[in-house]
Every structure is written in structure tokens, then in C-alpha cells.
């Protein structure tokens, strides 16, 4: 196991691609963690009992959950700020701890995956690819239109590269 988190070795780009695919299981938890923050949050707002399931509480969540549905479509700045100040030390820490191994495991898949193709000029190389990644991120999010589309296709370009490029080794270590 610990293999897959280190720094060390070099792999194929089936590998790489295989990798990736992992990462995005590894964010599942990320999404568990927001929605039972997300629910835990609109459930403190309403006034009634979630286990008593009688027909009336049923009725009652029902109109709590389409009078909240209105207010948020007046709202919506009150309520995601209500939202963001809502969170506490625990849920940051939650937080913090899903997302550090899929970081963790994306960032050791790219660098393998670098040093089997520059193996040489492997830290540079890495480097420049966490810093387009990170310039085109928040270009892809601040922005939109012709730019937005050619940043795009240039990622897409680069993970294909990635993929698809043979590397000079032919036993990967990693």
C-alpha cells in the first residue's frame, strides 16, 4: 500500500490512466462528508422530529422543505452564507481528512507518471504541470468563452500526452 502513495518508481500510462480513475474514487468521501454537512445543516433549521413518521411530522417536512425551497430562490446569498459560517472545527477537520489522500495519491500518480517520461528533468517538468494545472484552474473558473475552451483542450492535450506517450522504461517500478 504504502507503493501507491510514495514518490518513487515510474509507471506505464495504462497504469497512469488506472491511477487517475482511483483518484476519483478516492474523492467519494468528500462528497459524503458535504452532503451530510449540507443535510445536518437545513435539518437544524427546520423545528420537527426526522424519526417520527407519522403522516402530520411528514406533512410538516414536507411544507418546511418547500417554504425553505422559496426562501432560498429569494435568498440565495443569506442562506449559502448561513451555510459557509455554519461550519465548525470538526467539520473542517473532516474536511481536511478526506481530502488529503486523493491530493496526495493524484500528485504521486503525476510525478510517476513524469519521471517515466523526463526522468531526468523530472522535478522541473512536474513542477510546470502543477503549475499550469493550478493557472488553468482558476482561469477555467473565473472565466468563460475562447479562453476558457482553449485552456481546456490544452489539459486535455497534456493528460492524452500523458496517456498515450511511450515512456523509454520497460519494467516500471511504482
Known amino acids: 500500500m504504502k507503493k501507491f502513495f510514495s514518490f ?9 490512466f488506472l491511477r487517475i480513475l482511483f ?3 478516492l474523492i467519494f468521501p468528500v462528497f459524503i462528508a458535504l452532503i451530510s454537512k449540507w443535510t445536518t445543516y437545513f435539518m437544524s433549521l ?12 411528514q ?8 417554504e425553505l425551497a422559496q426562501k ?8 449559502m452564507n448561513d451555510f459557509m459560517n455554519s461550519f465548525t472545527i470538526g467539520w473542517v477537520f473532516i474536511f481536511i481528512i478526506c481530502i488529503i489522500p486523493p491530493i496526495w495519491f493524484g500528485l504521486a500518480t503525476y510525478y ?23 493557472v488553468s484552474d482558476y482561469i477555467v473558473l473565473s472565466s468563460s468563452g475562447i479562453i476558457n475552451t482553449i485552456v481546456s483542450l490544452i ?3 497534456i493528460f492524452g500526452f500523458l496517456i498515450f506517450n511511450n515512456s523509454k522504461f520497460e519494467n516500471h517500478e511504482g
Open 8 to 16: 518513487s518508481g515510474t509507471i506505464s500510462g495504462k497504469i497512469f
Open 112 to 134: 510517476k507518471r513524469v519521471s517515466a517520461l523526463f526522468f531526468e528533468q523530472r522535478n522541473g517538468v512536474f513542477a510546470a504541470l502543477i503549475l499550469f494545472e493550478a
Open 46 to 57: 427546520g423545528d420537527f422530529d426526522i424519526s417520527d413518521s407519522s403522516m402530520e411530522n
Open 23 to 25: 483518484t476519483v474514487v
Open 155 to 157: 489539459g486535455l492535450l
Open 72 to 79: 432560498i430562490a429569494e435568498n440565495p446569498e443569506f442562506y
Open 59 to 66: 406533512i410538516l417536512i414536507q411544507s418546511f422543505g418547500d
